[in-house]
């Protein structure tokens, strides 16, 4: 069975065909660093990582950006809050640098790239710049807007006329200066309004910082700053190229975020932007879907606190990315109890594979039987459009196998054992990601507290005097892997 996938483009459940036979180009639309991470956001990871986990199982070299949205109102207004910085860029770097930490803790497989708004501006630009020449986009005030009429096809990913799409952009002054009310933003002339600021604060607190409107660039229209939908373009093309094969992103981005990201793509390019648009549906709590800005959140890092890491996986991945999915106290239980029976399972299987009542000789026809019966629905399953809530039914059979095999026998199939040890960890390990035998998330906490701890060792040398030393503590942090930050508001770091 190969692969089939739900495109949003098509609508239609179709077979996985990359441009190149042999590599697949994947792009998730990443998070806007205004707060921390919460359970949604998880859930767009965590199954965007067991895509690209499986198209590696299923032999393709994959190459996987994820960017970071670091420019945007509402990074901007939370500057000045607590001990956020004053900067916009200090704000994003601050969120940035929890959100890098989630996702380690979370086991998720490093993109070969997480491209910055604030680092390509300059492609933002000249993709913008593309744009009005071929007479896609037109200029109003030091601002400039792409003119949706002069595209035939916009509208066709979310299967909308522009006749009956409400008004893009919430400001009225930005709406004045548009030809038609569709008309989207590609450049922002100055900086955020004060209004957008107040809209957006966490408190009616005012705080006094450096730039309050943000950062701003110049460009051929004046100083300004990009639109939101242009980012994901200029970021996507310059390290994919002009067409990749699946762009992942939340469901309630197709419009109007991805539909302008196909218009000024296409537009820009004339050639297809994404083969395969792959859409991860809602969490949803009480009916509504989870929010920072509904404040009806859990933050991932709270979860993992509560529950761990593996039972956050297990948690997300037992509704399938194209489903919607509820969290509540009782399927956050049940998730932790399956997550206690796979592990437990495999636990059970590496301890009687490693006592001395496995057997060379013995042989469970039965217990054989289902570890091939598990690979076969595994793969059926993950060939399903990605199927994980499946793809772990079929696990944790092989779980109920191996504690039959255990509870009724005195000596154990030793091949037997072994070979569904290993679908544990080749399936469930290296495609799910689970960390089996310990949860990742203490490593890290416990790599980061020492870090820490050598950062203040070095501070207090610093404040002594002892500058060399400072800078010896630092160089062996480096020599270890440990990238080391120096800002205005203290240092900050990144593990390897």
């Known amino acids: 069975m190969t692969l089939s996938v739900s495109n949003t483009l098509s609508g239609e459940r179709e077979p996985f065909e990359p441009g190149d036979p042999d590599s697949v180009l994947l792009y998730y639309c990443g998070l806007t660093v205004s707060d921390y991470a919460h359970l949604g956001h998880a859930r767009g990871w965590i199954h965007t990582d067991v895509m690209h986990r499986w198209l590696e199982h299923l032999g393709y070299d994959v190459r996987h950006v994820e960017n970071f949205t670091d420019v945007n109102e ?92 409400e008004a893009q952009g919430d400001d009225s002054d930005e709406q004045g200066e548009k030809r038609n009310h569709a008309d989207f933003a590609l450049w922002k002339a100055d900086g955020v309004s004060e209004g957008s600021i107040k809209e957006h604060r966490k408190s009616d607190t005012e705080y006094s910082v450096s730039h309050p409107s943000g950062q701003t660039w110049d460009s051929p229209w004046g100083e300004g700053r990009p639109g939101w939908h242009i980012e994901c373009s200029a970021m996507s093309m310059k390290h994919l190229g002009e067409t990749i094969d699946i762009h992942v992103g939340g469901q309630d981005l197709v419009f109007p975020h991805h539909e302008n990201e196909v ?30 800005s509904l404040g009806n959140y859990s933050t991932v890092r709270g979860a993992m606190a509560e529950i761990g890491p593996n039972a956050v996986r297990m948690f997300l991945l037992s509704t399938s990315y194209s489903n919607r999915q509820t969290i509540n106290d009782e399927t956050v239980s049940e998730a932790v109890d399956r997550w206690e029976r796979l592990s437990g399972g495999y636990g059970r299987a590496v301890e009687a594979l490693d006592s001395p009542n496995a057997r060379t000789k013995v042989e469970d026809d039965e217990l054989r039987e289902e570890v091939e019966t598990t690979r076969t629905e595994f ?44 679908t544990f960890e080749e399936l469930g390990g290296e495609v799910l990601g689970f960390a089996f035998g310990g949860e990742t998330g203490g490593d890290v906490r416990l790599a980061e507290d020492i870090v820490e701890l050598v950062l203040d060792l070095r501070e207090q040398e610093r404040e002594a005097g002892n500058y060399e030393r400072a800078d010896a503590l630092r160089d062996e942090l480096q020599e270890l892997g440990v990238e080391v930050q120096d800002t205005d508001s203290g240092a900050s770091f990144t593990l390897p």
Do not use: C
């Open 74 to 165: 509402k990074i901007t207004a939370r500057a000045g809050e607590d001990d956020l910085g004053d900067e916009e860029a200090e704000v994003a770097q601050t969120f940035m640098t929890e959100v890098i930490r989630d996702m380690r803790d979370l086991n998720l497989k490093r993109a070969d790239v997480y491209p910055r708004v604030s680092e390509h501006v300059p492609e933002i630009v000249d993709l913008i710049e593309t744009l009005v020449e071929k007479g896609y986009a037109y200029e109003s005030n030091g601002s400039v807007y792409f003119d949706v009429t002069t595209f035939e096809e916009y509208g066709k990913l979310s299967n909308q006329k522009v006749e009956e799409m």
């Open 379 to 422: 793969e059926s399953a993950m060939n399903d459009d990605f199927n994980t809530r499946r793809a772990l039914a079929a696990l944790l059979d092989l779980v109920t196998a191996v504690n039959r095999h255990v509870d009724e026998h005195d000596e154990y199939d030793y091949d037997g054992l072994k070979q569904a040890v290993e």
């Open 263 to 292: 218009a000024q793509s296409e537009a820009a390019t004339g050639h297809q932007f994404a083969r395969y648009w792959l859409h991860v549906r809602l969490l949803e709590t009480d009916g509504e879907k989870m929010s920072s």
